[in-house]
């Protein structure tokens, strides 16, 4: 009998999980193994920065300017100290690449959970009590999205920096960067929550809720909130790939990250002014590990837009 039983026990969460549809597609789809792949090494390197970087680009005693423009090591005039070259500073560029990477994938994770923190709390707020709130947070929602996110970006860093300033220590401008991105990409969780909430409200579970006596704080955060999770992740995926790319937007335009502690935007605009003197190495590289960032994380986004969704299928 129990050896029977133990021969039936249900399988765990893991092995459920494996063998669902959604790991089921995932699966089949090399396009987006490859895309996983790439992120998690990417994503790993970064974690891990200081410990895989062969240099320390923000050790001025490792940098020299009698090293600066180096070529790649493959090339005549290049060193094996320095598998990719120096930049405009004589810092190893492999190393910079590294930590510049980390410093964008942390601010683009950081903008978006500020935005979806914000977004969904207000398209929460504006679903659930309707009304003259419903009607303050869209329009306000509406206004923004005429304005491109870029711009929005560049107009609260602009205030923020002339407000507050970067003068201070303790990541001033990281900060300011994280506000910026992060107001720029909140109304599309707001719209999206406030429309699965208006339908959420109406259901039995919570009448239910109501009737108990919970606070509507309790109902829009423990009983709706899991209910409308799916599109949040969703646009949580696609919008971490339109975040590094905003942050790299605005290090490339002179109002991101210093050159002394480069992101990958930066470092492609340090690199553009050396192209046309034939020092292509010093753009050429952060652009490309910034182009397969964000189209690996955009890949990966539309595969779980397609998954989480049967009308796709």
Same mark, same amino acid.
């Given at each position: 009998?129990?050896?029977?039983?133990?021969?039936?026990?249900? /399988?765990?969460?893991?092995?459920?999980?494996?063998?669902?549809? *959604?790991?089921?597609?995932?699966?089949?789809?090399?396009?987006?193994?490859?895309?996983?792949?790439?992120?998690?090494?990417?994503?790993?390197?970064?974690?891990?920065?200081?410990? @895989?970087?062969?240099?320390?680009? %923000?050790?001025?005693?490792?940098?020299?300017?009698?090293? #600066?423009?180096?070529?790649?090591?493959?090339?005549?005039?290049?060193?094996?100290?320095?598998?990719?070259?120096?930049?405009?500073?004589?810092?190893?560029?492999?190393?910079? *690449?590294?930590?510049?990477?980390?410093?964008?994938?942390?601010?683009?994770?950081?903008? @978006?959970?500020?935005?979806?923190? =914000?977004?969904?709390?207000?398209?929460?707020?504006?679903? %659930?009590?309707?009304?003259?709130?419903?009607? *303050?947070?869209?329009?306000?929602?509406?206004?923004? =999205?005429?304005?491109?996110?870029?711009?929005?970006?560049?107009? $609260?860093?602009?205030?923020?920096?002339?407000?507050?300033?970067?003068?201070?220590?303790?990541?001033?401008?990281?900060?300011?960067?994280?506000? #910026?991105?992060?107001? &720029?990409?909140?109304?599309? %969780?707001?719209?999206?929550?406030?429309?699965?909430?208006?339908?959420?409200?109406?259901?039995?579970?919570?009448?239910?809720?109501?009737?108990?006596?919970?606070?509507?704080?309790?109902?829009?955060?423990?009983?709706?909130?899991?209910? $409308?999770?799916? /599109?949040?992740?969703?646009?949580?995926? *696609?919008?971490?790939?339109?975040?590094?790319?905003? +942050?790299?937007?605005? &290090?490339? =335009?002179?109002?991101?990250?210093?050159?002394?502690?480069?992101?990958?935007?930066?470092?492609?605009?340090?690199?553009?002014?050396?192209?046309?003197?034939? +020092?292509?190495?010093?753009?050429?590289? /952060?652009?490309?590990?910034?182009?397969?960032? @964000?189209?690996? @994380?955009?890949?990966?986004?539309?595969?779980?837009?397609?998954?989480?969704?049967?009308?796709?299928?």
């Amino acid at each position: 009998m129990s050896d029977t039983a133990q021969k039936e026990k249900p /399988p765990g969460w893991l092995a459920r999980a494996w063998d669902s549809d *959604i790991f089921y597609n995932f699966r089949r789809s090399k396009l987006v193994m490859l895309a996983s792949l790439i992120t998690l090494i990417l994503v790993v390197i970064a974690i891990f920065a200081p410990w @895989v970087a062969p240099h320390n680009p %923000y050790d001025l005693s490792q940098v020299s300017l009698l090293d #600066a423009r180096n070529p790649p090591a493959w090339l005549d005039g290049g060193g094996a100290n320095n598998l990719l070259g120096t930049d405009d500073q004589g810092r190893d560029l492999l190393s910079a *690449i590294i930590y510049g990477m980390r410093a964008s994938i942390f601010i683009g994770c950081a903008s @978006v959970a500020f935005a979806i923190t =914000l977004g969904v709390t207000l398209g929460l707020m504006a679903g %659930y009590f309707g009304g003259k709130v419903d009607s *303050i947070i869209m329009r306000i929602a509406d206004v923004q =999205l005429t304005f491109p996110a870029i711009l929005t970006a560049l107009l $609260v860093d602009g205030i923020a920096r002339a407000l507050v300033g970067t003068h201070k220590s303790g990541g001033g401008e990281t900060t300011i960067l994280i506000f #910026a991105i992060g107001l &720029s990409y909140w109304v599309q %969780y707001a719209r999206t929550v406030r429309s699965s909430t208006l339908v959420e409200r109406n259901k039995e579970y919570v009448q239910a809720a109501r009737i108990i006596g919970l606070s509507p704080r309790a109902i829009m955060f423990r009983h709706v909130l899991p209910n $409308v999770g799916g /599109p949040v992740l969703v646009l949580a995926t *696609i919008n971490l790939a339109l975040a590094i790319i905003t +942050e790299a937007t605005l &290090s490339f =335009l002179g109002v991101g990250l210093p050159p002394n502690e480069p992101s990958l935007g930066t470092l492609i605009s340090i690199g553009n002014k050396y192209l046309f003197a034939g +020092e292509w190495w010093i753009v050429t590289f /952060p652009a490309i590990t910034l182009a397969a960032l @964000v189209l690996a @994380v955009n890949l990966l986004g539309d595969w779980l837009r397609d998954a989480l969704n049967p009308r796709l299928r």
